[in-house]
């Protein structure tokens, strides 16, 4: 049930397209949930994160979209640039107790010129 | 900017030997936690420590491992007898007091290889 399930793992775009990646999570005591981003070498950085009382969240040029009913959330990454190039990983916290990030699994998306 | 740095960056050692990794989290930062990738795989949360103490455990974290913050600035993750599979990507993470945003800052990591 801490389970975060995520895919695909791995996502291929042109430049200028959109990027989706998809998380669903079991544990309704989550209650608030951040993607994080990973360069080669480099430990993961906080990208952008939402609350389940907020359906949609933006940031420049990524937007995260929240179903509370589905127990699902999506990273959308407009007009996706090669810089963009990363491992996403999307997690989930309850807040209030626990200090566990629960990570899902990862997607390597790769952004072509 | 201030960051969470980690040394070594690359340890490679023999099956049954200790090793301690090390991390200064960031100066202001009270929340301090240890987590595991393997190679290709998904981050892992071993330990959190505040005030001293651990306050929460994974499953992973078993007797084999140990933390300590040894003076004001340092954080150590100890692992006792290494075995083939704790060879991972080893990242120290801190985070700022307060409800816990699940914002933590990560170091660069330090790669251990088992051999």
């Known amino acids: 049930q801490q389970q975060v399930k995520q895919s695909p793992q791995s996502l291929i775009v042109q430049k200028g397209g959109i990027s989706i990646i998809n998380c669903a999570y079991e544990?309704?005591?989550?209650?608030?949930f951040p993607w994080y981003q990973q360069f080669p070498g480099k430990g993961p950085a906080l990208l952008i994160a939402?609350?389940?009382?907020?359906s949609e969240k933006k940031e420049g040029r990524f937007t995260i979209s929240f179903n509370k009913s589905a127990k699902q959330f999506s990273l959308h990454i407009m007009d996706s640039q090669p810089g963009d190039s990363a491992t996403y990983f999307c997690?989930?916290?309850?807040?209030?107790?626990?200090?566990?990030?629960?990570f899902g699994e990862g997607t390597q998306l790769t952004v072509n010129p | 900017e201030p960051e969470v740095t980690q040394t070594p960056s690359h340890q490679v050692t023999q099956m049954g030997q200790e090793v301690i990794l090390r991390c200064v989290p960031i100066?202001?930062?009270?929340?301090f936690y240890w987590y595991r990738q393997i190679l290709g795989q998904k981050v892992e949360f071993l330990v959190s420590?505040?005030?001293?103490?651990?306050?929460?455990k994974s499953e992973i974290f078993d007797d084999q491992f140990s933390v300590e913050r040894p003076d004001g600035s340092n954080f150590t993750l100890k692992i006792r007898s290494t075995k083939l599979e704790d060879s991972a990507m080893y990242f120290c993470?801190?985070?700022?007091?307060?409800?816990?945003?699940?914002?933590?800052?990560f170091g660069e990591g330090s790669r251990l290889t088992v051999l």
């Open positions: 993470a801190s985070r700022l007091a307060g409800v816990n945003t699940g914002e933590l800052f």
């Open positions: 544990n309704t005591a989550f209650d608030y």
């Open positions: 939402i609350r389940p009382d907020v």
């Open positions: 997690a989930a916290i309850k807040r209030t107790s626990g200090s566990r990030l629960t």
């Open positions: 100066s202001n930062h009270l929340y």
């Open positions: 420590f505040y005030n001293n103490e651990i306050s929460e």
